[in-house]
């Protein structure tokens, strides 16, 4: 019988991709008239970094600068350098989390899951991050206390690629997908080319 075509070698790499550029002030908004899941929500995109200079904002929401969400990617000085973060801020306490992976790689696509389940009873569980397939290992925990109500999903302006209504990110961006209500794994977006053994996207 024919290969599906979402597990045969030859299945799609990355065809297109959307530039962002925050020189050129580009980013994407949205005002939701009615709320979502703010406890549980998947994000899952494919990212190639343009450059490593400057912490860059992949999604940011917030209601004001007490409460607010965001992660995205770390400039080459911070600690870990070059990675991923999360930033939590409820009632003004403050979370910044980091993986210990770095993502410094310009010619490639990194596939970046981000699932949320704040009604996890174990802490690191409740924010977990998946690159090319593979759970990221925090240096420091997102921290959020159980049953936290995140900004993301909220009927706040939920902005994609920028922070504070100001373009935030340098990449090439494709698939991306927001799953409300649900923390989902990379399999449902992504598989390992049995043959190649690199991650890549199903259709």
Not at 14 to 41: C, E, H, V, Y
Not at 65 to 72: D, E
Request: aromatic content about 10%.
């Amino acid at each position: 019988c024919a290969a599906r075509n979402d597990s045969a070698s030859g299945a799609q790499v990355i065809d297109g991709s959307l530039r962002i550029d925050d020189a050129s002030n580009q980013f994407m908004t949205r005002t939701p008239s009615s709320g979502g899941n703010r406890k549980t929500w998947t994000w899952s995109g494919w990212v190639k970094r343009q450059q490593l200079a400057d912490k860059q904002t992949i999604m940011f929401a917030e209601t004001d600068n007490s409460n607010q969400t965001s992660f995205g990617l770390l400039h080459p000085t911070a600690t870990p350098p070059s990675g991923f973060y999360l930033r939590s801020e409820i009632g003004g306490t403050v979370v910044n989390a980091q993986t210990e992976a770095t993502l410094r790689d310009l010619s490639n696509f990194y596939h970046i899951v981000v699932a949320c389940d704040t009604t996890q009873s174990v802490a690191d569980d409740r924010v977990k991050v998946y690159i090319n397939g593979i759970l990221q290992t925090w240096s420091t925990s997102p921290g959020m206390s159980q049953n936290a109500s995140l900004e993301i999903n909220h009927t706040v302006q939920q902005e994609l690629f920028a922070q504070d209504g100001s373009a935030d990110l340098d990449a090439n961006v494709s698939q991306l997908y927001f799953i409300d209500g649900l923390a989902l794994g990379p399999g449902y977006f992504g598989y390992t080319d049995p043959l190649t053994n690199t991650w890549r996207p199903k259709q």
